[in-house]
Structures are given as C-alpha cells and as structure tokens.
C-alpha cells in the first residue's frame, strides 16, 4: 500500500469503529440504562464535592496540579483503552468512549484535595498518595470492574493501574512544586 491507500484504509476502519460505538452506545449505554446515569453521578459528584471544599486562596496552584492529573490520566486512559487494556464498557458520548467521569472529575479531585490536605497541614504527600492509590485502584477498579463498567484485559492487572496512577500524581505533584518555585523566584 502506498501512502494515500493507507490513509484511505485507516479512515474507512476508522468510520466503522465509530459506527460501531455509535450503536453500542445506543443500544447498552444510552439515558434508559442505570450505568449512563452511574457515570453522570460520578462525573458530577465530585466536582460538586470540589466547589465546596476547594482552598480558594491556592485555587490556581490547586486546579493547576489538578489539571495536570486529569490531562496525564486522559492521555493513559486513551492509551490503555486503544490498546484494549481497560475497556470502558459504558460512556457518555460515543465519540469519546472513555472514562472522562473518572478521568477528569473522580481521580482530579481526589488528588487535588489530598494535595490541598497534604500541603496545608504538612502531611507526607508521597505516603499519602499510596495510600490514596491502593484505595481508588484496589476499591474504586475492583467495585466499577464488579459492576461491569470497566474490564481488564490483555495482561492489564489492578497492580498496573496503581502504578500508572503514583507515576501521574508524583509527576504531577513534582511539575506542580516546580511551577510553584518559579512562582517565588518571580
């Protein structure tokens, strides 16, 4: 295949999958099934949680480190689901069949407040975050894979995902702590 008929062949594959997704969102995932209105719950919960926790003075360095979290974890999410890693078996939008409840709203805020809780009263961030990561992977993973919102496969064990998760929120924590420095120095 020359340049153009692969283009051709990847967009033609391409439409197909979104159709596919189109009518398995209709079919399984639409406003009638309990998972839609489960994923509504959890994409609104916690942001509602953040209004009204949220340390307005740090709300820039806060949201900033939040931010940070919620863009790393979209881009692994989309990672591990292209590879058919961590399977999203119900979503919002069919054009987007990730878990954007819990990739921008349950896992930022989670780790945004323990931030905030961490840097306002001297905690150990980094215990902190273990903590935190154990109980999301091994409560969070295991209750939506028991519910069936999500599979794993391919070799993708609950330990992965909780490594994946230290290795976003310490980079996140590191980037945000650098941002911070160059901050002062200003």
């Excluded at 591990?80 to 890693?85: E, H, P, S, T, V």
């Excluded at 987007?96 to 989670?110: H, W």
């Excluded at 905690?123 to 028991?146: Q, R």
Aim: glycine share 4%; proline share 2%.
């Amino acid at each position: 295949m020359d340049y153009k008929q692969f283009w051709n062949s990847i967009n033609q594959k391409n439409d197909e999958i979104i159709t596919l997704y189109a009518n398995y969102r209709a079919e399984y995932s639409d406003i009638t099934s309990w998972q839609f209105w489960m994923i509504i719950f959890t994409l609104i919960l916690p942001l509602v949680i953040l209004i009204f926790t949220v340390d307005r003075r740090r709300i820039f360095e806060l949201f900033f480190y939040g931010y940070t979290v919620h863009i790393m974890s979209t881009y692994i999410d989309m990672v591990l689901g292209r590879k058919n890693l961590l399977i999203h078996n119900y979503f919002i939008f069919s054009a987007l069949p990730n878990a954007i409840n819990i990739t921008a709203s349950v896992i930022p805020v989670v780790y945004l407040l323990l931030y905030q809780y961490c840097t306002n009263k001297g905690k150990n961030f980094y215990l902190y975050s273990v903590i935190t990561g154990l109980l999301l992977t091994y409560g969070l993973t295991t209750f939506n894979e028991a519910i069936g919102l999500v599979t794993l496969s391919n070799g993708m064990t609950k330990f992965y995902i909780f490594l994946l998760g230290i290795v976003v929120t310490y980079l996140a924590y590191w980037f945000t702590r650098l941002m911070k420095n160059i901050e002062n120095r200003l």
